[in-house]
């Protein structure tokens, strides 16, 4: 089973993940789900995420006669891969019994999705920028779409990644890449950027069109589109540059 940040996209790894549990079985709606918390390398974001089964439970089972000190819950957590240390995985169950309520616990998820990342806040004076920026937190791997929100004098707010390994696919309707500005309800401006995994100097006709129209949509919004990046494996291009805006 693969896990992916809601934030960047990246795919978590083994080394990433703090602990699994389970809910009480018997309080909220979420009873008897499996989570899986975890801090993705490249964003650095502490998440939870609720799962269909326990990814690490062993397909076999395994006597725990001998080890009467475990509770129901602590066997099922260390029913897993043997490259996960139990006792990582039984001291973040002891800590989640200290947690009194599944409204409290989701309560400290939500304060943690709200830490601001090193990248909040800069400045993106230019395509290069947005073109590193892009370059952190995706690869060629796979087709992503990054939606970039800016303030009024450029200082990056917030973004949102769609394409492969995320939640959302790439689309460039206008009620899905305005989502953002339009819940913030601020003095926002958007830039666009995405990969292709070959090369590509100049951007097709289609991709002309799709970005005019855009732009056309945010000016009856009142966001104003800054521009389109295109980041291939020889460079990258920016709408703005080529004025095709």
Not at 93 to 104: A, G, M, R, T, W
Not at 122 to 139: E, T
Request: glycine share 6%; aromatic share 8%; with cysteine.
């Amino acid at each position: 089973m693969k896990i992916f940040c809601s934030q960047c996209g990246a795919q978590i790894r083994e080394k990433d993940i703090l602990g699994v549990g389970t809910f009480d079985q018997n309080i909220g709606k979420y009873a008897g789900t499996t989570f899986v918390t975890f801090e993705c390398s490249s964003c650095h974001r502490k998440e939870y995420q609720l799962l269909s089964q326990n990814p690490f439970q062993k397909k076999q089972s395994t006597d725990y006669s001998s080890h009467p000190e475990l509770t129901p819950e602590e066997i099922m957590l260390v029913q897993r891969e043997p490259n996960i240390s139990t006792n990582d995985i039984i001291d973040f169950h002891d800590q989640l019994k200290k947690i009194v309520s599944v409204k409290e616990f989701l309560t400290l998820c939500s304060m943690e999705r709200k830490v601001l990342v090193e990248d909040q806040g800069q400045i993106l004076k230019q395509p290069q920028d947005v073109c590193n920026l892009f370059l952190k937190y995706n690869s060629f791997d796979s087709r992503r779409l990054m939606v970039l929100l800016v303030d009024e004098e450029n200082h990056l707010l917030t973004w949102e990644i769609y394409g492969d390994g995320t939640k959302q696919p790439i689309s460039f309707e206008p009620q899905v890449v305005f989502r953002m500005p339009i819940v913030m309800k601020g003095e926002t401006a958007l830039i666009l950027a995405q990969n292709f995994n070959g090369y590509q100097s100049h951007p097709n006709k289609k991709d002309i069109l799709r970005t005019k129209r855009l732009v056309k949509a945010g000016e009856i919004l009142g966001v104003e589109v800054l521009d389109h990046v295109v980041i291939h494996k020889g460079g990258y291009f920016s709408f703005d540059e080529l004025n095709l805006l």
